[in-house]
């Protein structure tokens, strides 16, 4: 599997786990927000790391946008602003965008503009897309690129009562999780001390041969 060249625009909670996780996973990342105090927090776990306004087309470009191979727009509330950067990176030559939407119209209007796909993650952590699963336990499934996807998972019985550090995901299995749901709450930054729970639901991101991996495991219970 190759690594390719990810460009995360907007560092929320939400931008701020892609870009640092697809970095962990070998990727090269390059980190955009105006904030500048978000960008050197996350400056140590991403390639590069730049405080600039991306719905300028002319610092996009300096920047080397055209470069990429994804293009992840998680701009916050700011409708505008993410409509501007999300065209502005499909104009530039990006060959796959992702941009996170508020609302049903806010999406169409990604669609229209040219995003390859556009995801809820403050909704749901991520729209139901049309995947053929095996495992019926499998939740979602959100593709970054076709080599790197988002997927949610019911802990299989073997996690369970166990902790993060004691599965060591990222060893076994090669993935990475970003987030755990129980029930209702979603713990977006979990430790090494979190317990896997009966029911838990897992947000892990990684390679598509990995997370195929994880599918089986769910075939075989």
Known sequence: MSNKQFVVIGLGRF???IASTLYSLGNEVLAIDTDEEIVQGISESVTHAVQADATDGATLRSLGIRNFDVAVVTIGSNVQSSV???LLVKELGVKYVIAKAQ???HAKILYKI???RVIFPERDMGVRVAHNLCAANILDYIELSPDYSIMEVTAIKD?????????NMRSKYGINIMAIKKG????ISPTA???IENEDVLVVIGGTEQLSAIEKIKVKL
């Open 114 to 116: 040219g995003a390859d």
């Open 15 to 17: 931008g701020s786990s």
């Open 159 to 167: 996690w369970q009562g166990k902790t993060l550090r004691d599965l």
């Open 84 to 86: 501007m950067v999300t």
């Open 184 to 187: 209702d709450d979603i713990n």
């Open 193 to 195: 001390d979190d317990v």
């Open 103 to 105: 609302t049903e119209l």
